[in-house]
């Protein structure tokens, strides 16, 4: 157990939709970072946020959108929802802002667009 | 710009064996961290081990060490006396600055 968890952890919806993402990190790491895992495309840094702040982007799309909240908690938003969303999402965590610190993951999100 | 490679899709290795897992990268950033995870068929992403760019000995943690070769810009996994609980899906991964990226993976299956 990493310490990180998500919530839900199987989201089933259908194309034009929108979910939420949710993730709480390890106690006492400010960072969490957003990751997407797909067949196609591997495993995709989304997004970062550190303390309530975004810090870096990745290859997001403009129908998702992410916040972190002053107790650090951190959510996913998925919007316009299409049948290639569908993918693993991870939340991971670690304490520092940048540079080499190991991040730990969550269990993932499963989220099957129909 | 970052660049990881993983060049084996997959990798077969034989209970209690040694096995390398390759993983060569490129960076412009000076302080950078080199990352292994491991996720089997379960889905969850398992962190093994850990190199910084400015550390002088490889990494090791229990069966699992790092070959880095900073020269050479490579940071090879070895996974010493393989089990059958080794068989999954093995991740390289490469931060620097604010930006974490990940290569395409090996896949390990440990035969018995």
């Known amino acids: 157990d990493s310490g990180v968890t998500q919530t839900p952890k199987h989201l089933i919806t259908a194309t034009g939709q929108r979910v939420t993402l949710r993730c709480s990190p390890r106690?006492?790491?400010?960072?969490v970072y957003w990751y997407q895992q797909s067949l196609d495309q591997g495993l995709q840094f989304l997004i970062q946020y550190y303390n309530g702040e975004e810090r870096a982007k990745g290859n997001i799309l403009e129908r998702f959108s992410a916040q972190q909240f002053p107790d650090l908690h951190s959510e996913l938003n998925l919007s316009s929802l299409e049948l290639g969303d569908s993918a693993l999402y991870f939340c991971?965590?670690?304490?520092?802002?940048?540079?080499?610190?190991?991040?730990?993951f969550g269990p993932g999100t499963r989220l099957t667009v129909l | 710009a970052q660049k990881i490679t993983q060049t084996q899709p997959g990798m077969f290795v034989q209970e209690k064996e040694a096995v390398t897992l390759d993983c060569t990268y490129d960076t412009s950033d000076p302080s950078y961290g080199l990352f292994w995870y491991k996720q089997p068929s379960s889905g969850e992403m398992i962190f093994l081990i850990y190199?910084?760019?400015?550390?002088?000995q490889n990494a090791t943690e229990g069966r699992y060490s790092l070959n880095f070769q900073k020269a050479r810009k490579s940071a090879n996994l070895v996974i010493s006396a393989s089990q059958l609980g080794d068989s999954a899906m093995y991740f390289c991964a490469l931060t620097g600055g604010f930006k974490t990226i990940f290569g395409a993976g090996t896949r390990l299956f440990v035969k018995a």
């Open positions: 991971a965590s670690s304490v520092g802002l940048a540079g080499p610190h190991e991040q730990f």
């Open positions: 190199q910084g760019s400015y550390d002088q």
């Open positions: 106690s006492g790491d400010l960072s």
